[in-house]
């Protein structure tokens, strides 16, 4: 069974700092894996994807993700947080011989302090 | 670019309730999609639609229904409302493989409708 884990519910970091947020996945065969922002009272946006080739893929917003097979992780990461990056943030799963079901994470809120 | 519009912010309704969430998109895609997020369990599929009149049962459809007439519309119902579907809820499209999107490669959301049942 697919499955997706956020082992933080919260990440703080200040302002012009680098941030992590975590995400491990199982999944059988090769993933296709995204992650998504939520902004207070907003519908959830698309970041960024890896569907094949390069590990680190770039998203929106200076955002971008390294692709780990060997520890099925999909960390996403900013070399320096800004204040507005503060948001519900969602890792997201799907194998490549299922049909439809995006398997999303719980959630991580990010909090960055000025 | 592309909209999805839920049509209520916030609902408030009683238990057993008929209850219709209804959803729009004006892109003409192929994929709709129902879910629902609670803290700590992220987001969970209800049921989606690939086509008009077209339905299948997501991860969690019990007390749940939908339809799909148009291609537009997409819409959830809760036949008779229960305290444990307050949550929210989320609408999200997409094109689908007709366009040479695989279906989830990009799901485009609404603001989502928070529904309290009291």
């Known amino acids: 069974a697919q499955s997706v884990a956020q082992p933080e519910d919260q990440v703080n970091v200040a302002e012009g700092n680098p941030l992590t947020v975590k995400c491990t996945y199982s999944v059988s065969g090769n993933p296709y894996l995204f992650w998504y922002v939520q902004y207070p009272n907003r519908g959830l946006q698309f970041l960024l994807k890896y569907i094949t080739g390069d590990n680190l893929v770039k998203g929106s917003y200076g955002f971008e993700a390294e692709f780990n097979k060997s520890q099925t992780s999909f960390h996403l990461k900013k070399p320096s947080a800004l204040v507005s990056d503060s948001a519900l943030y969602f890792c997201a799963v799907r194998g490549r011989d299922s049909s439809y079901k995006l398997i999303f994470g719980s959630g991580t809120r990010l909090l960055v302090r000025p | 670019d592309v909209k999805v519009t839920q049509s209520s912010r916030y609902l408030v309704k009683r238990t057993g309730e008929k209850v219709f969430l209804e959803c729009v998109q004006d892109m003409d895609h192929e994929n709709m999609f129902w879910y629902r997020q609670d803290p700590g369990l992220g987001l969970r599929l209800i049921y989606f639609?690939?086509?008009?009149?077209?339905?299948e049962k997501g991860d969690i459809p019990e007390g749940y229904s939908v339809s799909r007439e148009k291609k537009e519309r997409f819409s959830l119902i809760l036949e008779s409302a229960s305290t444990n579907q307050t949550s929210m809820y989320l609408c999200a499209s997409n094109p689908g493989e007709w366009y040479g999107v695989s279906p989830n490669e990009k799901l485009f959301f609404g603001s989502g409708t928070q529904l309290s049942v009291l």
């Open positions: 639609s690939y086509d008009v009149k077209m339905k």
